[in-house]
Nanobody, 115 residues
Framework: QVQLVESGGGLVQAGGSLRLSCAAS????????MGWYRQAPGKQRELVAE???????NYADAVKGRFTISRDNAKNTVDLQMNSLKPEDTAVYYC?????????WGKGTLVTVSS
């Protein structure tokens, strides 16, 4: 089993920045992906950014150039630096870890961007 705990959400004005952090614990495997998804009210959950243990990254078009994902493999953490935030970035942000064909999710952290 894997547990994921997110932190760093909150309220920010448009144009501001926030940094989300996620810490994984439990049974860890070296080959894995960690990333961030978000779900806005009335919308489906969508990928924001993900990063493999090798450092390969994948970003949603909507956040390219504004958000940066990083991770510490030794600490099993993944962070999301969010800059130039827009009201449309408002959502619950979820941390996800994939390993040996299984997916694990955190409980989510709310990010609210006011205009």
């Amino acid at each position: 089993q894997v547990q994921l705990v997110e932190s760093g959400g909150g309220l920010v004005q448009a144009g501001g920045s926030l940094r989300l952090s996620c810490a994984a614990s439990g049974t860890m495997y070296n080959f894995n992906n960690m990333g961030w998804y978000r779900q806005a009210p009335g919308k489906q959950r969508e990928l924001v950014a993900e990063m493999s243990n090798f450092g390969n990254t994948n970003y949603a078009d909507a956040v390219k150039g504004r958000f940066t994902i990083s991770r510490d493999n030794a600490k099993n953490t993944v962070d999301l630096q969010m800059n130039s935030l827009k009201p449309e970035d408002t959502a619950v942000y979820y941390c996800k870890r994939e390993q040996i064909g299984l997916s694990y999710w955190g409980k989510g952290t709310l990010v609210t961007v006011s205009s």
